[in-house]
């Protein structure tokens, strides 16, 4: 069955600091790949997502993640985070029929 | 377009209670899924339609869970009787498809129903 890590479970970070937060998946077959994020009292959104082509993607909001299939990682990125990305990130993963999520990473934006 | 539609926004019961959700998806989209994610956790699969056929309910406690997607439209999940451990936010999503190009949206997701059990 596959399954999605996400290795933080809870990131602080200032201002214009620069932002990674690490997700692996195990799956054998192709996967499409997502990022959604929850800002406090609202629903998942989707940030960006891989499906083929380029394995850097970019999303909204200055977002972009990057597919490294030889480490089964998708990791987020963005060069530098504002007060306003203050919120749960969770990757997931969809292979044959249903999708994945992580445990999620909890993002604290200082001002 | 109208986002996916939850009911109610909070709910709170006594354990042994039953409850009731409600979702109505996007219009359109054939397969809805609910999902629960309990605090501090990912959202975790409990079932999938397609249209009004279940795909995966392999994650369904099933002697206290129920749903239904009678006309593969609006869908309903009941919990019967609840427990502590059930308290959660239970989402509702939907997309085209449940595989392929019909994913290349992502899932939309409801606001979810926030379970208290006490």
């Known amino acids: 069955a596959q399954s999605v890590s996400q290795h933080n479970h809870h990131v602080i970070l200032s201002e214009a600091a620069s932002l990674e937060l690490g997700c692996n998946y195990s799956?054998?077959?192709?996967?499409?790949l997502f990022w959604y994020v929850q800002y406090p009292g609202q629903h998942l959104q989707l940030l960006l997502k891989?499906?083929?082509?380029?394995?850097l993607v970019k999303g909204i909001k200055g977002f972009e993640a990057e597919f490294i299939k030889s480490k089964f990682s998708f990791n987020l990125r963005k060069p530098s985070v504002q007060w306003s990305d203050t919120a749960e990130y969770f990757c997931a993963v969809n292979g044959r029929n249903d999708m994945r999520f992580g445990a999620g990473t909890r993002l604290t934006v200082k001002p | 377009e109208a986002g996916v539609a939850q009911s109610p926004r909070y709910k709170i019961i006594e354990k042994r209670q039953s409850v009731a959700f409600w979702c109505n998806p996007i219009?359109?989209?054939?397969?809805l899924y609910w999902y629960q994610q309990i605090l501090g956790q990912g959202p975790k699969l409990l079932i999938q339609f397609q249209n009004n056929g279940v795909v995966d309910d392999s994650q369904l406690p099933k002697d206290r869970f129920s749903a239904e997607r009678l006309k593969g439209v609006d869908s309903t999940l009941k919990i019967q009787p609840a427990k502590l451990e059930d308290s959660a936010v239970y989402l509702c999503?939907?997309?085209?498809?449940?595989?392929?190009?019909?994913?290349?949206?992502?899932?939309?997701f409801g606001s979810g129903t926030r379970l208290t059990v006490v």
């Open positions: 799956y054998g077959g192709t996967v499409n």
């Open positions: 999503a939907s997309s085209l498809l449940g595989s392929g190009a019909g994913l290349r949206n992502g899932y939309t």
């Open positions: 219009s359109g989209h054939a397969t």
């Open positions: 891989y499906f083929s082509g380029d394995p």
